[in-house]
T-cell receptor, first 109, second 116 residues
Framework: SQQGEEDPQALSIQEGENATMNCSYKTSINNLQWYRQNSGRGLVHLILIRSNEREKHSGRLRVTLDTSKKSSSLLITASRAADTASYFC?????????FGKGTMLLVSP | DTAVSQTPKYLVTQMGNDKSIKCEQNLGHDTMYWYKQDSKKFLKIMFSYNNKELIINETVPNRFSPKSPDKAHLNLHINSLELGDSAVYFCASSQEINRGSTDTQYFGPGTRLTVL
């Protein structure tokens, strides 16, 4: 299985701090995506990074991809209470997306 | 103007019953999916349809039967419900599913199924 594994499982920080979440996977991928899930809601796509890219930015989000280590990281800078959610990485291989188990982020005011 | 909608949002039912969950997308996407999210938040693909044709069918019991009357709808019918079927079921859609595609997926709000 090329299921992504996020680390840490849970992260608690103060508003204004940066939050870093990591994702590791097992097989070759075409792209890797990060999604956010607020409590009781569906997943929302945040950012996609292709296998030939190493870093990508979108607003306060920064994603890196190291295909040699089969890992990715998501950095959220200057976090806000509204960033409180679960964050999932999803790897795109041959067929469809395979989701990891997620990192639960709690940002306290 | 919800992009991906599901009904019902909550479903509580007894073991052995048959139930359906409906999903509709108005994004004009060709591909739709059903996912199951368990109590530990693990999200697992169940089915994928592309233009009304079944593309992916993971190891899901045949009590689960997806039906796609047109490419904007993908309904999930579950026969003989079991306790282990309790979970949140998400419908999603994307533009395409071909290898190499950047298939950003758009998720519905989820249906929380509780089997008593």
């Amino acid at each position: 299985s090329q299921q992504g594994e996020e680390d840490p499982q849970a992260l608690s920080i103060q508003e204004g701090e940066n939050a870093t979440m990591n994702c590791s996977y097992k097989t070759s991928i075409n792209n890797l995506q990060w999604y956010r899930q607020n409590s009781g809601r569906g997943l929302v796509h945040l950012i996609l990074i292709r296998s030939n890219e190493r870093e990508k930015h979108s607003g306060r989000l920064r994603v890196t991809l190291d295909t040699s280590k089969k890992s990715s990281s998501l950095l959220i800078t200057a976090s806000r209470a509204a960033d409180t959610a679960s964050y999932f990485c999803a790897t795109r291989g041959y067929s469809t997306l395979t989701f990891g188990k997620g990192t639960m982020l709690l940002v306290s005011p | 103007d919800t992009a991906v909608s599901q009904t019902p949002k909550y479903l509580v039912t007894q073991m052995g019953n048959d139930k359906s969950i409906k999903c509709e997308q108005n994004l004009g996407h060709d591909t739709m999916y059903w996912y199951k999210q368990d109590s530990k938040k693990f999200l697992k693909i169940m089915f994928s349809y592309n233009n009304k044709e079944l593309i992916i069918n993971e190891t899901v019991p045949n009590r689960f039967s997806p039906k796609s009357p047109d490419k904007a709808h993908l309904n999930l019918h579950i026969n003989s419900l079991e306790l282990g079927d309790s979970a949140v079921y998400f419908c999603a859609s994307s533009q395409e599913i071909n290898r190499g595609s950047t298939d950003t997926q758009y998720f519905g709000p989820g249906t929380r199924l509780t089997v008593l």
